[in-house]
């Protein structure tokens, strides 16, 4: 029998202090729930055919479009549409929950340091 | 070309009041995110093919399973996977965020005047 079990999203916040590395959460129909802290700038990227969703859970960041800039606050969250490019950039800390496919690379086609080909289950 | 727009979540929570009737919020790959209030007990149910996500936005509920229960609070959520009989109980309103595939009904395989067929978008 499957296991149920809650999460707790400040437990989970309180496991890592690395930004730009998402932690498995959480996993459900082929999408996995992520939870990652933003600083700084990330890189410019798209996701050829996976849309992906920013729930904010402290602090505010800023994703830029190629056209315009949305900043996104605590209690809101953004859905990028697959093909888009973006790039979110944080002045201050944030703490962001991702809800994407399973086979999603945070850099999606760029190449950087910032890649993370295996992701943590915390 | 695509339109992105944030969601805030607390004025989407604002544009209802009922009870067990989920609006649909946002869309990606295939799921729904939907916002619900809770009052109450739901029927059970269950959903053969589809995991559903309950994260817990303001108060807490009561996951009933058939050998279990699993308080969620503010701040947590919860994943019932496919097949697995659970009924969501609140004493006190509580508003959840729900993600799971386009084709969830609420009610699953139950029979119920609480089936909505058709969900608001808002």
Do not use: C
């Amino acid at each position: 029998m499957e296991i149920v079990n809650k999460v707790n999203i400040e437990e989970k916040l309180s496991m890592f202090t690395e930004y730009w590395s998402p932690k498995i959460v959480g996993q459900l129909n082929g999408q996995h729930v992520k939870l990652v802290k933003f600083h700084g700038a990330f890189v410019w990227h798209k996701h050829e055919v996976e849309d992906e969703l920013f729930y904010v859970l402290k602090g505010s960041f800023n994703m830029e479009f190629r056209d315009k800039v949305i900043t996104v606050n605590e209690g809101e969250f953004l859905i990028v549409p697959a093909g888009t490019e973006h790039r979110p950039v944080a002045e201050n800390e944030v703490a962001v929950m991702l809800f994407e496919p399973a086979t999603t690379l945070s850099t999606g086609d760029a190449t950087s340091d910032l890649t993370k080909p295996v992701l943590d289950i915390i």
